[in-house]
Structure formats: structure tokens, C-alpha cells
């Protein structure tokens, strides 16, 4: 009986393995440049239209992430999680929530992967709006 229940025991610790073998991929990797040709929100600060790199800041167990315009004088960081869609872009892509002229940094997902980012925080505007009884639509703008 013991090495029954033993054999029990190492297929499944084995599968629990092979099922978080996915969770283990990195969320995004490099740097991601995108060109956002309208204002939009992370948290509580308003970015202006233009040219920002997103990248993952080192030593945050890849839940910390900022984003940095060209001008080198917007800079935000921000908290994300890990999602995974069930496409794999061909380029990397920047997801918004929309509210009528508001929008706010959704996801991020690096090209060539299921896996990406979502902003963990909502701002208090966001939330106005929530509480308003308004509904978002989402939007994704492709980066080259």
C-alpha cells in the first residue's frame, strides 16, 4: 500500500510541476517603446501624448514598473500583476480603459507573448467614474 500511495504521490507532485511551469515565464523582458498619441493616466498623474518606454525596475519581483517619456521629465512608476491572454501579439501592445475622454493605462504585453502586465492600481479619477455608473470600453494600440 505504501508504494501505491507513494507512486500517487510523485505523479502528482510531478504535475503540479509541469502546471506551473507557465507561471514561471517571465511577465515582460525588455524594454517596451511605445508612441501614445493621447494624454492618458496611470494612477493619479496624467501623461501627455508622446514618445515612452515601460520597463520592468529591477528588484521588484516583477510587480514594479515605470514609465518614462523621451523628454526625460515624465516619469511614473506604477504596480502591476502578471496576466496572460489568449493571443500572441506579433508586436508589443499598450491596452487602455477609456471613459469617455479619459483613458488609463490598462496592460502591456511584450510581442511573442501570452503573457503581460496589468495595472494593479486605480487612480481616484478611475474610480469617479466606476462610481458614476460609467462603463470603459478598451482599446489596444499595436507598437511597431
Request: proline share 3%; hydrophobic share 40%; net charge negative.
Given at each position: 500500500?505504501?508504494?501505491?500511495?507513494?507512486?500517487?504521490?510523485?505523479?502528482?507532485?510531478?504535475?503540479a510541476?509541469?502546471?506551473a511551469?507557465?507561471?514561471?515565464?517571465?511577465?515582460i523582458?525588455?524594454?517596451?517603446?511605445?508612441h501614445?498619441n493621447?494624454s492618458?493616466?496611470?494612477?493619479?498623474?496624467?501623461?501627455?501624448?508622446?514618445?515612452?518606454?515601460?520597463?520592468?525596475?529591477?528588484?521588484?519581483?516583477?510587480q514594479?514598473?515605470?514609465?518614462?517619456?523621451?523628454d526625460?521629465?515624465t516619469?511614473v512608476?506604477f504596480v502591476?500583476?502578471?496576466?496572460?491572454?489568449?493571443h500572441?501579439?506579433?508586436?508589443s501592445?499598450?491596452?487602455?480603459?477609456?471613459?469617455?475622454?479619459?483613458?488609463f493605462?490598462?496592460?502591456?504585453?511584450?510581442?511573442?507573448?501570452?503573457?503581460?502586465?496589468?495595472?494593479?492600481?486605480?487612480?481616484?479619477?478611475?474610480?469617479?467614474?466606476?462610481?458614476?455608473?460609467?462603463?470603459?470600453?478598451?482599446?489596444?494600440?499595436?507598437?511597431?
Amino acid at each position: 500500500m505504501k508504494a501505491h500511495s507513494r507512486t500517487w504521490s510523485v505523479l502528482f507532485s510531478f504535475s503540479a510541476l509541469i502546471l506551473a511551469v507557465p507561471l514561471l515565464n517571465a511577465q515582460i523582458t525588455n524594454d517596451i517603446r511605445a508612441h501614445i498619441n493621447h494624454s492618458f493616466m496611470i494612477d493619479n498623474t496624467t501623461l501627455p501624448p508622446g514618445q515612452y518606454t515601460f520597463r520592468i525596475m529591477q528588484n521588484s519581483d516583477l510587480q514594479v514598473m515605470t514609465a518614462i517619456g523621451d523628454d526625460n521629465k515624465t516619469s511614473v512608476t506604477f504596480v502591476v500583476r502578471e496576466v496572460r491572454d489568449d493571443h500572441t501579439p506579433a508586436h508589443s501592445e499598450v491596452t487602455f480603459r477609456k471613459f469617455g475622454n479619459e483613458e488609463f493605462l490598462n496592460k502591456i504585453f511584450e510581442a511573442g507573448s501570452k503573457m503581460g502586465v496589468a495595472v494593479t492600481e486605480t487612480g481616484r479619477e478611475e474610480k469617479h467614474l466606476v462610481a458614476e455608473g460609467q462603463h470603459a470600453t478598451e482599446h489596444t494600440e499595436e507598437q511597431q
